[in-house]
C-alpha cells in the first residue's frame, strides 16, 4: 500500500493511525508533507510533531527515509528551508531500498523526494481497440472456411483440450487477419500550445528559486493563470463538441457511448483487504485466491421451474460421473439417478445457431472471441463447435482454455462491509466454451 499523506501545522499529529496502518498492512510506504521537525532527522529545529513521529519510529515497524536536505523552500524572501517531506516503510520493503533522492524541479514550494525501489512495476500499456466497422467479414469467413478441422472423431481428454486450442486458434487468426485496430489513444490529451506554455511556466519557476526575482515571480504567476484559463477552455469546447454530437446522435449505442465520455472513470480501483473465514487477504493475489474459494463454495445448480432441464439432467450426469474433477464437489441428490446415464444427445449447428440467434453481444474471456465472431462465420465453424461441444458432455471434460475467465468483483450496493468477501457480486466475462 502506499499512502500520500499531510499533516497540518496546526492540527495533532496522526499518530495513532499511522501505528494502526503499519500493523495492519504487512507492506506500506507512507510519504508526504509530514510537517514534523527533529534535529536527528537532520532538521533545524524540534516540534512537538517531530517528537511524535521519533516516538512512532521506535513502537512500530517503521524505518524514516530522508536525505537530510531541505525539501521546503520559502516562495518569498522571508522564513528558511525546512525538511518537511519523508518516507515512512515498513522493515520489509526497506530490503528493496536503492536510492532516495531530492528532485531539483519545485512544483510549488516543495521539492520532491525520489524512492527508487530495487523492484520492478506492471506498466500498463494502451492496447489497440478493434475497429469492427471497417471490417473485412468476407476475409474473415474465407480464413475460417479453409482452416477448420473436421473433429467428428473425438475420443480422448487430449483431443479435446487440442480442438479447443485450435478452433480457438482459428477464430482469433481469421479476427485478427480481418478486423483492423483503433490506435491507443490517450482519453484526454491537451493541445500542444499549451504544453508548450508549461514548459515555459516550469523555467520561470526554476529560475526565479535561483535568483528571488519579483519580476519573474510575476511572470510565473500570470502564465500559471493563463495556463489554468487554457485548460478550463479546452474542456469547455471538448464538452459543447460532445454535446453537439449528442443532439445528432439517433444511435442508441453511439448515445451512451457518447454520455459516457462526459464521466471518464478510472478503469483501475484498488480493493480493500478482504476477510473471509478468519484470514485477511491484502495482496492481489490473496484478494484474487479469497474471492475464488468463496464463489466456489456457494455455487449450486439452479433448481428452479424456468432453468432447462435437460441442461439439469446434463449437469448432474457431469458431477456424478466426474466427481473429483469439479470444485464444490457437492453431493448430488439421489433423486437425480437419470444423471447416472450415459449422455448420448448430440448437440447440432442448429442448437448453436438458435442460441446464437437470441445472444446479445457481450464483453469477450481472455480469447477476445464474441458472440459477433460466431454469428459472422461460415457453416463449417458451427460444425466444428458442435462436435467438440458433444465430446466434452460425452466424456465429461471441459477443455482447459475454456476453464478460464476474466471475473470482476462488483460490491453488492446498500452493503456497508466492503471488506467482507460475502458482499461482493462477479461478472464473469467467459471464453468460447460459454456459447
Not at 74 to 85: R, V
Not at 318 to 329: A, E, L
Amino acid at each position: 500500500m502506499v499512502l500520500c499523506i499531510y499533516c497540518s501545522p496546526t492540527k495533532a499529529f496522526p499518530h495513532q493511525f499511522l501505528n494502526d496502518i503499519s500493523i495492519s498492512t504487512k507492506h506500506i510506504i507512507i510519504t508526504g508533507d509530514l510537517n514534523a521537525k527533529h534535529t536527528s532527522l537532520g532538521c533545524r529545529s524540534t516540534n512537538l510533531a517531530g517528537k511524535q513521529l521519533i516516538n512512532l519510529l521506535s513502537t512500530s515497524n517503521l524505518i524514516c527515509l530522508n536525505t537530510g536536505e531541505p525539501t521546503r523552500y520559502p516562495s518569498t524572501d522571508y522564513g528558511t528551508p525546512e525538511q518537511l517531506d519523508y518516507f515512512l516503510i515498513s522493515t520489509n520493503i526497506y530490503q528493496l531500498f536503492h536510492t532516495l533522492n531530492t528532485g531539483k524541479d519545485l512544483g510549488s514550494d516543495h521539492f520532491p523526494v525520489i524512492l527508487q525501489l530495487n523492484t520492478t512495476t506492471k506498466k500498463t500499456v494502451l492496447q489497440p481497440r478493434p475497429n469492427y466497422k471497417e471490417a473485412d467479414w468476407s476475409l474473415y469467413r474465407f480464413h475460417i472456411q479453409t482452416n477448420t478441422k473436421n473433429y467428428k472423431n473425438i475420443t480422448t481428454i487430449q483431443q479435446i483440450d487440442n480442438a479447443a486450442e485450435e478452433i480457438t486458434k482459428v477464430i482469433t487468426n481469421a479476427n485478427t487477419i480481418a478486423v483492423p485496430a483503433h490506435p491507443p489513444v490517450r482519453r484526454f490529451q491537451l493541445p500542444r500550445h499549451i504544453i508548450h506554455l508549461i514548459k515555459q511556466r516550469r523555467q520561470l519557476r526554476k529560475a526565479f528559486q535561483r535568483t528571488k526575482n519579483a519580476d519573474i515571480k510575476a511572470k510565473h504567476n500570470n502564465m500559471k493563470k493563463k495556463i489554468t484559463e487554457l485548460i478550463r477552455k479546452h474542456k469547455e469546447d471538448q464538452y459543447n463538441n460532445r454535446s453537439k454530437q449528442l443532439s445528432n446522435n439517433k444511435d442508441a449505442k453511439d448515445f451512451w457511448k457518447t454520455v459516457n465520455k462526459f464521466n471518464i472513470k478510472s478503469k483501475h480501483r484498488n480493493i480493500p483487504t478482504l476477510n473471509y473465514e478468519g484470514h485477511a487477504a491484502t495482496t492481489d493475489q490473496e484478494k484474487a485466491e479469497t474471492t475464488r474459494n468463496y464463489f466456489s463454495t456457494v455455487h449450486s445448480i439452479p433448481d428452479k421451474p424456468q432453468y432447462n432441464k435437460n441442461i439439469y439432467k446434463l449437469a448432474h450426469f457431469i458431477k456424478r460421473g466426474y466427481h473429483s474433477t469439479y470444485h464444490p464437489q457437492e453431493d448430488v441428490s439421489e433423486e437425480v439417478d437419470q444423471g447416472h446415464e450415459e449422455y448420448t444427445q448430440e448437440i447440432t449447428p442448429h442448437d448453436i445457431r438458435n442460441i446464437l440467434k437470441h445472444a446479445s453481444n457481450t464483453s469477450p474471456g481472455r480469447d477476445g472471441i464474441q458472440y459477433l465472431h460466431l454469428k459472422a462465420a461460415p457453416p463449417i465453424l458451427l460444425e466444428a463447435l458442435s462436435m467438440i461441444y458433444t465430446a466434452s458432455f460425452k466424456i465429461g471434460h471441459i477443455p482447459k482454455i475454456w476453464k478460464s475467465a476474466t471475473t470482476i468483483v462488483i460490491p453488492k450496493p446498500g452493503k456497508d462491509h466492503k471488506h467482507q468477501a460475502a458482499t461482493d457480486r462477479s461478472a464473469s466475462f467467459q471464453s468460447l466454451g460459454n456459447a
